[in-house]
């Protein structure tokens, strides 16, 4: 039963569109495959498990975060194409936002066409990194408190605003896609020196930890990893191996 209940599972999970595909994989997946796929697993979750590869993951953490804060500063500086939203949704205006090299000044315009990336130059507006108070998102927007019960909660997930001067001010923006939503909030998170906390992160920081950690233990492929570090052995009776280097120098 627990066999044909993991067939079942796996199956759905890889979303077949027909009842003639959902059979077929089912299939594929008789008694032997489903022993082998839990063998495999077993085995990487016992390597990935092990004291030392959980202490080797908390000590690559923060050098991975770096290299993800710096991809999404690399995102910003680059600049991302906005869309306002009005009553008219036909004459929505389009605008572009990016954030200089020195990562100092957001510049912001109106432009006219999607194609073009503009250049810093061409974006009349800016405001000051300096002068950034805080980030909020969704609901808590000040465009979304505005048009309260009018927005669809799609467009709600993709709102967000930055509050600049004395909080009476905001630069509000509502992403294209997810996936923009998530690289401009942490990268302004970062900008205000605070954690990054999208889906997109924790995502891609558990892709990148996994590759790591598979690279680092390609040489100890079907060697057992131990729970505990080996005992260190006593010192020798004496030193006599050792090279003085400070006679030599004399």
Known sequence: ??????????????????????????????????????????????????????????????????LIRQQRLNRLCHGTLFRKISSRRRQDKLWYCRLSPNHKVLH????????????I?????????????????????????????????????????????VEEYSLNF???????FCLWTDGLNVLLGKEMSSESMRSELEILLSMEIKLRLLDLENVPIPDTAP?????????NFCYDFSQAEQ
């Open 231 to 239: 005992p260190i052995p006593k010192p020798p009776s004496n030193f």
């Open 121 to 165: 130059e061409a974006l009349q507006e800016k405001i000051p990194v300096a002068d950034i108070k805080n980030v909020v998102t969704g609901k808590d927007c000040p465009h979304m408190k505005e048009n309260k019960g009018k927005q669809t909660k799609e467009v709600l997930d993709l709102a967000f605003s930055i509050t600049y001067d």
């Open 1 to 66: 039963m627990q066999v044909v209940r993991e067939q079942i599972t796996r199956t759905l999970s890889s979303k077949p569109t027909s009842l003639e595909l959902f059979k077929n994989k089912v299939n594929a997946l008789n008694y032997s495959e489903i022993l082998k796929l839990r063998q495999t697993e077993r085995l990487h979750q016992e390597e990935t498990l092990a004291p030392p590869v959980l202490e080797l993951k908390e000590r690559l953490k923060p050098e991975l975060l770096e």
């Open 174 to 180: 509502i992403a294209s896609s997810r996936t923009d």
């Open 108 to 119: 912001y315009g109106d432009v006219e066409g999607e194609k073009e990336t503009p250049s």
